[in-house]
């Protein structure tokens, strides 16, 4: 499968500063990044889509505001968190997917669990 | 919408034992499925699938079958081992965003 990175892997923050969320794939171009959260014990709940090139549409619900999505190029997407609040504490997943014959398959990065303070 | 419901957990099993992990789905359409592996500080990692009706995906000793009928995807293996102790996530999609269920963390004890 593709390999995808993420960093950092893990951030602890003050309420109120913003954090910048990297996703590179590093073998293929991706061209759509989907990213979800996941809270503790809750299942991963999609927040956006980005293309390359275009802006991001966002899930209902998710202030388009605070989480701004930066899809830089075909293997590099961002998410920043601004004015993060002790509620954005969470763990955040990039996902591109990739065509198979069929279906597309969607790889994951190895997430980015956010502590804010 | 479209939307997976899974068994809660946590699961714990001793080692050799048979698992079973249910889930069902609701969707439009004839979406393709999928169960999805986390093991611990890593990120998820497809671990078999199913794309039409009466399909079995399997690999690594895991098997799930298609049901339309019943609309499910359960999860089986016949002997687990201390190296399956991860969170299994039942996912459905294809053409659109992955839909995820909660996630069930499954430990093996030996």
């Known amino acids: 499968g593709a390999v995808v990175s993420q960093h950092p892997s893990w951030v602890i923050c003050k309420s109120g500063t913003s954090v910048k969320i990297e996703c590179r794939s590093l073998?293929?171009?991706?061209?759509?990044m989907f990213w979800y959260r996941q809270f503790p014990k809750q299942s991963l709940m999609l927040m956006a889509t980005s293309n390359e090139g275009s802006k991001a549409t966002y899930e209902q619900g998710v202030e388009k505001d605070k989480f701004l999505i930066n899809h830089a190029s075909l293997t590099l997407s961002t998410l920043t968190v601004t004015s993060a609040h002790p509620e954005d504490s969470s763990f955040y997943i990039c996902s591109p997917p990739g065509k198979r014959e069929s279906y597309n398959e969607q790889f994951f990065g190895p997430g980015t669990r956010l502590t804010v303070l | 919408g479209d939307s997976v419901t899974q068994m809660e957990g946590p699961v714990t099993l001793s080692e050799e034992a048979f698992l079973t992990i249910n889930c069902t789905y609701t969707a439009t359409g004839y979406p393709s499925l999928f169960w999805y592996v986390q093991y611990p500080g890593e990120g998820l990692q497809l671990l078999l699938k199913a794309t039409k009706a009466d399909d079995k995906g399997s690999n690594k000793g895991f098997e799930a079958t298609y049901r339309k009928e019943t609309t499910s995807f359960h999860l089986e293996k016949g002997s687990v081992q201390v190296s399956d102790s991860a969170v299994y996530f039942c996912a459905l999609g294809g053409n659109t965003p992955l839909v995820f269920g909660k996630g069930t963390r499954l430990s093996v004890i030996a």
């Open positions: 073998d293929f171009q991706a061209t759509t």
